[in-house]
């Protein structure tokens, strides 16, 4: 996704995009950062390995994404992001 004059677009033009479809489709609010971690959990919750979700965010380790991620990786949370996720593909 670049901009007309072929540079990529601006974080902050990003974050007011994403906002304006989240407001026009009724959806909680969500930022960028929210949804990078809202995929980690989901990835995690669904058995993802953890060096693919360390390599889709861009990550240079795994540990650099454990040690971003590791408050949603117990068990616990993760069921709870997984009900979360059945929910979201039901709507």
Not at 8 to 13: E, L, T, V
Not at 14 to 34: A, E, N, Y
């Amino acid at each position: 996704m670049l901009r007309q004059d072929g540079a990529p677009p601006k974080p902050d033009q990003l974050t007011r995009d994403l906002l304006t479809v989240v407001r026009r489709q009724g959806l909680p609010k969500i930022s960028l950062h929210g949804l990078r971690h809202s995929f980690a959990s989901v990835a995690n919750s669904q058995g993802v390995p953890m060096f693919d979700i360390s390599r889709t965010l861009g990550h240079s380790s795994m540990t650099v994404t454990s040690n971003i991620y590791t408050h949603l990786f117990d068990d616990t949370e993760a069921q709870a992001l997984a009900a979360v996720a059945r929910a979201i593909e039901k709507a």
